[in-house]
């Protein structure tokens, strides 16, 4: 955002969006599956939605609108 001297700053909006991938490692070791295939770890982790810390983030990305 730029200013000039005397004028009001432009209102924006900020978006951000994380992009993560299953933490197989993460999970394996909290749930005692060390040395288990990646196939055994996302069998165990099943069709449910990881909780955060079992993530990686793999992308970070950020969109700024004026408004």
Known sequence: MTFSKGTDPQPSVIVWDLETVPDLGGFAAASDLVGKSDV????????????????????????????
């Open 40 to 67: 055994e770890i996302r069998e165990a982790i099943g069709d449910k939605f990881p909780k955060h810390i079992y993530h990686s983030i793999v992308c970070i990305g950020a969109l700024i609108a004026p408004c």
